[in-house]
Every structure is written in structure tokens, then in C-alpha cells.
């Protein structure tokens, strides 16, 4: 018998495609977010029982991000729960060298599940359906002053090992890491992206402070300021300027790399301008 999945996070980049994906393989899923029936709320743990109830493993995406000052806590209380109603595995979603993240990747591997841990860089689906579409629309960038760079995951790489790691015992405590194959500043992102369209984005940079001040302006809400903040403070300083071959060891295939993303990416029309 197929396991039954919950995917925590269902209405997300990395969830949805791999509900999307598990559907296609014919395997059973729950949806886990606050728009499901029922609801998954990170922030009501009260609610989580009638999510978890009934699943044999759950696929982990904590929102905002693990970096989060609760998500030890809430990562401590699904564990409880998902002991308590016989799930046998967690697939869990990371970071990579986030303090926070590691002590949740710790909690997952002490808790006598069956677990796999996906520790993965930044997506390159965020410049197309993330926080950098609308300065990509705008041709406009303003950025906080960096000098590392970025091995850029693609997500239809990530959601085969993920699913992979969910229907396939044999990469039980196991922890990959999960990157493209090359390494991009994001200053040289937005140029490939600009240049695949043959037209001009323009990219300042400014201090750190004044790009949070910017989106104060803009109204965003402070989980995400808070975030934006800490992974430009913290993750963003050179710890993570590597390239990792956990794909191709794993799935036998080198992961796509972001000028090719780009490629792709320009000939689906998300970057075109609306006409008003």
C-alpha cells in the first residue's frame, strides 16, 4: 500500500509541486496549509491534530523559515503529535548553515521517525514567482550591498528528490545538499535575466538598512522583513558560496543550471511587461 502523505506547506513553491507530482505517481495525499480543510496553521497548534491524524509521513516546508525564532518549538510539537498518531517518517525542507535550522534538523533526527533532511540553497523560482518578480517587471533593482554568491537550486529538481525521498525507503537519515551545478552573484542573476530579454534592468545597491527602510515603505509584512533581514545579516556572508554533487549522486543527473532556468523561464512571458 502506497503511503498516505501530508504536505505541510501545500500552497507553496516547493509543497504544491510536490502534491502536483505525488498525484501524478498515484500516491495519496493530504494538504496541510491555512486555506486547506482541514486547516494547518503553523501558529495554532491547537488545530493540528485532525491534519496529522491518519498520515504515514509528512513533507515539511515551515513558513516563514526555519530560521524563524518558533520553529523549534512548533517542530518540537509536530514531532509530539506525529508520534502520537503513528506517523513513521519526516521529510524536512532546510536551510543550509542557519543556526535555527540545524537545531530543527536536530530535533527531526533524535525523534525515532524515520527521517530525510533537504538542506537547500536559494530558489531560482524566486526571481519568478518570489519577492524578485516585481523589480524584474519594474526593470528596476535595488539590492543590499553583497559580495557572495549563490549555487541557485531549481525547484523541479528539488521536488524529484524530495519526492523520491518520500516513496523510497533507501534514503531513510539520510541529509543532502541541495544546489545548482554553478555559482551566481545576484547582481549577474538579474544581468543573465536582463540580458536573455534583451532589455535593461537597472540594479543599485544599497546598505542593508536602507533596503529594509525601503521595504517598510512598501508595507511588507515583519515576518518577512524580519527574515529578508536576518538571511542578508547571516546566511548571506560566503558561508554557503559552495556547489554540492548531491544530485547527481542521488538521482543520476546533473541539477539545471540558472542560465538555463533563465532561458526557460523568459520563454513562459512571466517577465514581460503587463500592457496597461
Known amino acids: 500500500m502506497k503511503p498516505f502523505t501530508l504536505i505541510l506547506g501545500s500552497s507553496g513553491k516547493t509543497g504544491s509541486r510536490i502534491a502536483n507530482k505525488l498525484t501524478q505517481l498515484n500516491y495519496p495525499i493530504r494538504l496541510g496549509s491555512r486555506k486547506t480543510k482541514p486547516a494547518f496553521d503553523w501558529e495554532k497548534p491547537e488545530a493540528w491534530d485532525e491534519v496529522i ?85 519594474e526593470r528596476k533593482v535595488i539590492f543590499p550591498k553583497l559580495k557572495s554568491k549563490e549555487p541557485f537550486v531549481d525547484l523541479e529538481d528539488l521536488t524529484d528528490l524530495a519526492v523520491d525521498a518520500l516513496v523510497n525507503s533507501v534514503h531513510v537519515g539520510k541529509k543532502y545538499e541541495l544546489t545548482g551545478p554553478s555559482l551566481v552573484s545576484f547582481q549577474e542573476a538579474f544581468g543573465q535575466i536582463a540580458k536573455e530579454l534583451n532589455e535593461t534592468i537597472s540594479f543599485e545597491e544599497i546598505p542593508l538598512d536602507d533596503y529594509i527602510n525601503m521595504l517598510n515603505e512598501y508595507a511588507l509584512d515583519k515576518d518577512t522583513i524580519w527574515l529578508i533581514r536576518y538571511l542578508f545579516e547571516t546566511v548571506l556572508d560566503g558561508r554557503n558560496e559552495s556547489v554540492v554533487d548531491d544530485f547527481e549522486k542521488v538521482l543520476g543527473k546533473k541539477p539545471k543550471d540558472f542560465k538555463d532556468y533563465v532561458k526557460e523561464t523568459a520563454k513562459s512571458g512571466v517577465w514581460r511587461i503587463p500592457k496597461e
Open 53 to 137: 491524524k491518519g498520515v504515514d509521513q509528512i513533507y515539511i516546508s515551515y513558513q516563514p523559515d526555519l530560521a524563524h525564532p518558533n520553529s523549534i518549538l512548533h517542530i518540537k510539537k509536530l514531532i509530539e503529535l506525529s508520534k502520537k498518531y503513528n506517523v513513521k517518517k519526516i521529510v524536512l525542507l532546510s536551510g543550509r548553515g542557519e543556526p535555527e535550522a540545524i537545531a530543527c534538523e536536530k530535533l527531526v533526527e533524535d525523534s525515532g521517525l524515520e527521517w530525510t533532511i533537504l538542506r537547500s540553497s536559494w530558489f531560482s523560482q524566486n526571481f519568478s514567482e518570489g519577492m524578485f518578480l516585481a523589480p524584474i517587471l
